[in-house]
């Protein structure tokens, strides 16, 4: 726990410190008291939130669903393996690719993603993604390849619960 607490803090400060204030001093198009503009304007991005409440609503549901999604992840990775949250992050990108057409085409074409002539190439990079997942894992096996036995392969990291169970409460207490 510790560990990713550190990893956490450790991303924010060297976002906030290093990387935000050296993207509001390149050139770009965003408004910033140089006469080039910014590249990216994060003071702004500040005042914005703060004088709407829609934005603040916006901004506290996406730090919820990402707190849940890593939950989730690591819950899968403890009780399953790497593997299967590696399948369902693939899975999960085919859905959101895939509403994204359906409300294009069903509900509303101002929103959505239309189907377009590199579309075909999505679908076979998922393919792709997905049975090399399998392969990489042995779950699909290709005849003509070699797979390592299960007695001769040594346990693989994935395979080991990544955080402890220490909601386990012991016999006789």
Known sequence: ??????????????MSLVFLPAIY?????????FSHGSYENTLNTFVQISHSHLLIILNVGYICSIAFFNYFGLSVT???????????DAC??????????FIFYVIDEAYGESWTKYSPIQV?????????????????????ISYETTESKATPPEASPLLKDSMKVEEGS
């Open 1 to 14: 726990y510790q560990r990713r607490v550190r990893e956490g803090v450790f991303g924010f400060v060297i």
């Open 25 to 33: 001093f390149i050139p770009g198009n965003q408004p910033s008291h």
């Open 78 to 88: 403890k009780y399953l393996t790497s593997v299967h949250r590696t399948l369902i």
């Open 92 to 101: 999960r990108t085919v859905i959101v690719w895939t509403v994204s057409i």
């Open 124 to 144: 076979v990079g998922f393919g792709l993604m997905v049975i090399g997942t399998l392969v990489y894992n042995s779950i699909l096996k290709i005849p003509f």
